[in-house]
């Protein structure tokens, strides 16, 4: 995010539409050539208001705080709690994925929360009171490829935790992702400026850089990452 729209955004203005334009960009790190793939387009309720439809809208702090989003579409399924971004209950196609993923963050998001429709993708981004604390989740409504990434301006920690009957089984040392199965779904958790630190079956550890992200990768793109590894028998394949 450039620095001046940072300064705008902490301050509350309304994005022109350059800046959104821009904003809304960013998954160009997310693969997404899966075959067979097919995308519809969110909801977001959050409290008793529910955004629907393609759109930007920047919603007043004083709508969001101690608010938790429930981010509904046809394939993907999650909640976002508006005071420190952390996602629950992530399901896709059905299955529930991860437990929690919880970003650190430096204090309570306090800013207005930009959230932006635009088909498939969604943005939600949030700031708070200090310097380069912005956090964003771009997510997209799809049965299969990257579908759901976390970013942060400025440095932090990152901890997954997957549901039951899901399991971490490989972290390819090249690339940095690590893998996860339950025999029938593959995926990876996607690092970009951001290095794992431990993990065990059910959950993974990361330390995130400043603009770094977080994502998450299933399906054919899963399963051509895991054959390159050269090691696709740790993950059942």
């Not at 409290?47 to 101690?66: D, E, I, M, R």
């Not at 509904?72 to 971004?85: P, R």
């Not at 204090?107 to 310097?131: D, H, K, T, W």
Request: glycine letters at 10%; a positive charge.
């Amino acid at each position: 995010m450039k620095p001046a729209m940072i300064a705008n955004f902490k301050r509350g203005s309304l994005f022109n539409a350059a800046a959104v334009m821009l904003l809304a960009v960013g998954f160009s790190a997310i693969p997404a050539h899966a075959s067979g793939k097919s995308c519809s387009a969110f909801s977001v309720t959050i409290g008793t208001q529910t955004f629907s439809g393609k759109q930007t809208v920047l919603v007043p702090a004083s709508q969001v705080k101690n608010q938790v989003a429930h981010v509904k579409g046809q394939f993907a399924d999650f909640f976002v709690n508006m005071n420190n971004f952390t996602v629950t209950k992530y399901k896709l196609n059905g299955t529930q994925i991860y437990v929690s993923k919880v970003p650190t963050v430096p204090a309570a998001l306090n800013g207005p929360l930009f959230l932006n429709i635009n088909n498939e993708q969604l943005v939600l981004q949030r700031s708070g009171s200090g310097e380069d604390q912005s956090l964003k989740i771009q997510a997209k409504d799809c049965n299969t490829g990257g579908s759901f990434q976390l970013e942060s301006d400025s440095a932090g920690k990152q901890t997954n935790t997957l549901s039951t009957g899901i399991n971490y089984c490989l972290l390819d040392s090249v690339s940095g992702r690590l893998f996860f199965t339950n025999g029938p779904l593959l995926g990876y958790d996607s690092p970009q400026l951001a290095q794992n630190t431990s993990w065990s079956s059910n959950q993974s550890s990361w330390t995130v850089s400043a603009g770094g992200r977080m994502g998450m990768v299933t399906g054919e793109d899963a399963v051509q990452a895991l054959a390159a590894t050269g090691n696709a028998a740790a993950c059942g394949r």
